[in-house]
Structure formats: C-alpha cells, structure tokens
C-alpha cells in the first residue's frame, strides 16, 4: 500500500523544516492561500481558502506509514482534509493527498498583536526561491491574500520555532519582494 502524501504551501515547502521524504512539486486546483490569525496561535500564518479560480504551487511529500501524528502536531491550526482529486503531481498512480487549512469560521484578522513573522515569512520565501525560484516567489505573492498585515521584523531574535539562516542574497531578494507587496512592518520590541 502506498504512504499518503500531503500537500504543503507555506513553510513545509522548504524542506529544512522536515525529514518528510519523497517530495516533489505539485499544483494544487481550487485554492489560494491567505494571512490568517486564530485563538490557537499568537501569530498570523498561512492557510489555503476555496477559490474556484485559483491554483497554488507547492511540494507533497510522503507521510511514512500513514502516520499523520506527528504532522498534526505541527499544524495544530489546521483541519487535515482530503485534496488528492485537486493536486496535480508527477506521482504514479492516485496516491491519497491531503491538505491543512483553518476552518473559515476559525479565521480571524490579522493584527499588530497578531503579527506575520518575518523569521517565517523567510522560511516559506526561502523555500518556494528553492523550488520554484524567483519566478515561483512572485507567483506565491500573486496567490496570497493579506499583505495588509503586519509583519513583525523579528529576524535579529528569530520567534519562529524552524527558522533558517538565510543568506545575504536571499535577504535582499525576500525584501525587495516584501516591499512590492506594499506589507507594513513593524519593529521587534524587546
């Protein structure tokens, strides 16, 4: 029996964030992604929304055994829910895939409070520049919704538990495309 895939769009793109193997590129149909906050969370972060017009750009990677434990653990925030009929891959066959979004009755604004943080906002740039390079940056700003939210500078004492060191060049990269997005950023206050 094969292992179920899931279908990652934010920070389980870049691949240093995980030991999930076998992943590889996909599209998935149906969806955008948008900057949300919840009770679960103190900061803003990424989910999918329903967008009959839309198609987003990410990685599946194998979940070994079936074994979602340790993922759900991870996207705590989320629902898992079923997506293999909308994810267009390279795979074999018809492998099951699923995906993690909020609830839209879960969903709440993004705030000063709740902030995007750069150290995870660097992570997922960090990730797509991998896999999809500058192209696939723009392409993830053009599919996202909410870069009227807040971003918290927190890159000097990074607050997001699988930040990654980026270089020089990527720094100017995610910053430039940062500033075309017209997003607010706030200063980190110790």
């Given at each position: 029996m094969t292992a179920p895939y899931f279908f990652g769009y934010g920070s389980l793109v870049n691949t240093s964030t995980h030991r999930y193997g076998g992943a590889a590129r996909a599209r998935l149909r149906g969806w955008r992604r948008a900057w949300v906050h919840t009770g679960l969370r103190e900061v803003a972060f990424l989910t999918a929304v329903p967008c009959e017009d839309s198609e987003i750009d990410g990685l599946i990677a194998e979940v070994p055994g079936g074994d979602w434990a340790a993922l759900d653990e991870r996207e705590f925030a989320y629902e898992r829910l079923p997506?293999?009929?909308?994810?267009?891959?390279?795979?074999?066959?018809?492998?099951?895939?699923?995906?993690?979004?909020?609830?839209?009755?879960?969903?709440?604004?993004?705030?000063?409070?709740?902030?995007?943080?750069?150290?995870?906002?660097?992570?997922?740039?960090?990730?797509?520049?991998?896999?999809?390079?500058?192209?696939?940056?723009?392409g993830f700003v053009g599919t996202t919704d909410g870069w009227d939210a807040p971003i918290l500078d927190d890159r000097e004492a990074p607050r997001y538990p699988r930040h990654q060191v980026i270089t020089a060049?990527?720094?100017?990269?995610?910053?430039?495309?940062?500033?075309?997005?017209?997003?607010?950023?706030?200063?980190?206050?110790?």
């Open positions: 997506a293999s009929g909308k994810v267009a891959h390279g795979l074999p066959g018809k492998p099951e895939i699923s995906v993690y979004a909020v609830a839209a009755g879960k969903q709440n604004g993004v705030t000063e409070r709740h902030p995007i943080l750069l150290s995870y906002l660097d992570v997922v740039l960090q990730g797509y520049l991998r896999e999809f390079g500058e192209e696939g940056l723009n060049a990527e720094r100017r990269i995610f910053d430039d495309l940062i500033d075309s997005t017209g997003a607010r950023r706030i200063v980190c206050r110790a």
